[in-house]
């Protein structure tokens, strides 16, 4: 394989955003659809390439192909290459974000037909796929960190989209100013790892970090900044607070951020710098129970909400916490694998609100309802999707979430609990959505969505269905991998069920009693829903009355965005310290500074005072001072 094609993975994309923005859109205004067919051909072909790249990795023996390095920088003793690390774990990113990306790209040819920002949209998702692709093949943490903040610009522009809106641009500002905070943690784990090393190097850091000169209390600082850069960029506990409202972006850019993309990337990053977490048994515990609380944390809002998308966003929160899980207590290929499912479940579910949003103009489940009869396949892709999330058997989810379970049980108790208790949250609330959107009898008017879209619920255009079809197959049969053991060794760690034939594997990981108990606690979740949004069996009203305080601790999120904004950002910090800043501004600095030009303004008047024109004035003056001089002389000589 050519060294020159890891590169074209990003450069294409990258291209594409530069002539879409540069000649697209000034000279080809009447004629948006092009810049979609760009956008589309570009993610295609870096798609078709990071198949090849697996391809090639998978037959090297080492799983991994090197790449020559390019000089970057060179100043004084410092001298920064860029490179790309193509390895299993590159290889199998690459293929998630490129695929995903296709799809969703292809997808928002009919979501977005008609939108006024058509040609910006698609140079953005350009830009944004460029940044992510570059993000995974890094090899150092200087270029590393260069598209970390390039994924954040892309977030930061696609969430803010539609910027007309006020709930839109202060939902792209939160997004940007709330993942500084961990980004801030990430670049001083980068200049501490710099100065304690002497180098970005990724795999360098790797070998340090194994042969025990990186140890102790530095390499716990390195590792936990590391992973506090983690935690802003896959919204865990306690900087979750920016995914929910990044819903106010077009329905595609929630399934390209919220799949396999920008969250994913903090997963990514934990994974990318494991060696030095795993020989930190403080951040590799910090990060199994940040991704343990996490996750259940997170189900719990997911239970009120009645805005598909936030039911949606909570649950990307709660499954990257199972992610972290996987990876604080089973290793890379735990959390890679789960992350690999995910991000074809998730992309459904989104692509599939965003196909209702399409037809009923909403995307308040309240206004919805009885619509599996007129949207026949955005329901079952929808269920199907639901059915992988909540780890129904034999479909993807099951796989990596059982895994997951598995490892929490051996390594921590409590973490396993968590985990376990989540199953079944995130089982009602995938089927309390199934069943209040698309059961029972249709409660809505006709609207626009956020498209322009809306009137009488329909099935969406088949450049809409086909990629969710598409997605819906892959969450059934990506976690097969597991049970044919391709992920065996590959990840550097061999997966439980696999590599012991197809059917043998299928089936006999049902012989388990651990599968079984987590199937049986998915399965009360969506007897529940079930019970109470479809057969009203137990009357929802009822229950939120009886558990009132609960119920709205659960829907105002535990205040903690009246924590962040009203207490911390407005009592703390703006009438706190940044008033007392203000005070000693004014007082001292201002002070200071009036203080100094009153004096030489006093100063000049004195002076302006004494020359009164008057020449015997000014010869007294000049013989006082030249007999003081001659005093001086004679004194002091």
């Known amino acids: 394989m050519s060294s020159y094609v890891p590169w074209l993975i990003f450069l294409i994309p990258l291209g594409s955003f530069i002539v879409i923005s540069l000649l697209l859109r000034p000279f080809f205004k009447q004629h948006p659809r092009v810049s979609g067919y760009v956008t589309i051909c570009s993610i295609g072909i870096s798609c078709l390439l990071s198949f090849w790249v697996l391809k090639e990795v998978i037959a090297t023996p080492e799983h991994r192909i090197a790449i020559p390095d390019v000089q970057w920088l060179l100043i004084g003793n410092l001298n920064v290459h860029i490179g790309l690390i193509v390895d299993s774990l ?9 695929l995903v990306s296709l799809l969703i790209q292809v997808y928002s040819q009919g979501y977005m037909h008609g939108d006024p920002g058509y040609h910006r949209y698609f140079a953005f998702m350009s830009l944004f796929t460029a940044c992510m692709l570059g993000l995974v093949l890094a090899d150092n943490l200087v270029f590393l960190f260069l598209f970390w903040e390039g994924v954040g610009l892309g977030s930061y522009l696609l969430i803010g989209f539609w910027f007309h809106r006020p709930s839109a641009a202060n939902a792209a ?32 850091l790797h070998a340090i970090a194994i042969a025990g000169s990186l140890a102790g209390t530095v390499l716990t600082w390195a590792a936990l900044g590391i992973f506090m850069g983690a935690v802003g960029k896959s919204a865990q506990f306690p900087l979750h ?59 719990s809002m997911g239970l009120v909400m009645t805005d598909i998308k936030r039911v949606l966003a909570y649950s990307t929160i709660s499954q990257l916490g199972y992610m972290m899980l996987g990876l ?9 694998f789960h992350l690999f499912n995910h991000a074809f479940f998730k992309a459904l579910l989104f692509l599939g609100a965003g196909s209702v ?23 079952i892709t929808f269920v199907v999707a639901s059915l992988s999330l909540a780890g129904i058997w034999p479909l993807s989810g099951f796989w990596s979430k059982d895994e997951i379970l598995a490892s929490a049980l051996e390594g921590n108790t409590v973490l396993f609990y968590l985990a376990l208790v989540t199953v079944f949250m995130t089982a009602f609330y995938m089927f309390r959505a199934v069943f209040l959107t698309f059961h029972g009898e249709y409660r809505g008017g006709s609207s626009a969505g956020d498209g322009g879209h809306g009137g009488k619920p329909h099935e969406s255009p088949a450049v809409m269905v086909v990629p969710m079809v598409i997605l819906g197959i892959l969450s059934v049969v990506s976690g097969w991998l597991n049970v044919t053991g391709a992920f065996d060794g590959f990840l550097g760690h061999a997966t439980a069920s696999g590599g012991h034939g197809f059917v043998q594997g299928l089936f006999g990981v049902l012989s388990h009693p651990l599968a079984l108990v987590s199937l049986m606690v998915a399965g009360l979740g969506i007897l529940l829903a079930y019970a109470m949004y479809d057969r009203r069996w137990i009357s929802a009203e009822t229950v939120g009355r009886m558990f009132r305080p609960v119920y709205t601790m659960l829907y105002r999120k535990y205040w903690f965005d009246e924590l962040y904004e009203r ?30 030009a009153s004096g030489v303004s006093s100063a000049g008047a004195a002076v302006r ?9 000014y010869g007294i003056t000049m013989a ?5 001089i001659a005093v001086c002389f004679y004194l002091f000589s």
């Open 90 to 98: 590159s290889a199998v990113m690459v293929v998630v974000v490129s």
């Open 173 to 204: 500002k939160k997004a940007f100013i709330v993942t500084r905070f961990g980004d801030f943690g990430f670049l001083a784990a980068i200049l501490f790892l710099f100065y304690h090393t002497g180098t970005f190097d990724i795999e360098e």
């Open 241 to 299: 607070v920016w995914l929910p409202d990044a819903m106010e972006g077009p329905t595609p850019v929630s399934a390209l951020i919220h799949a396999a993309t920008m969250v994913a990337a903090g997963v990514f990053l934990v994974a990318r710098l494991f060696p030095l977490f795993e020989h930190s048994h403080v951040a590799l515990t910090t990060v199994a129970v940040i991704g343990g609380f996490t996750a259940i944390f997170a189900a």
């Open 328 to 336: 604080g207590t089973g290793g890379i290929a735990l959390g890679i």
């Open 357 to 379: 949003n399409h037809a009923t103009g909403t995307f308040d489940m309240r206004e919805m309802g009885g619509l599996r009869r007129v949207m026949p396949w955005t329901y």
């Open 567 to 596: 207490v911390i950002v407005v009592r703390f910090l703006v009438d706190g310290v940044f008033a007392v800043f203000a005070r000693f501004d004014a007082q001292f600095i201002d002070g200071a500074v009036n203080g100094v």
């Open 609 to 617: 005072r004494a020359h009164t024109g008057q020449l015997q004035v």
């Open 624 to 628: 006082a001072g030249i007999i003081a």
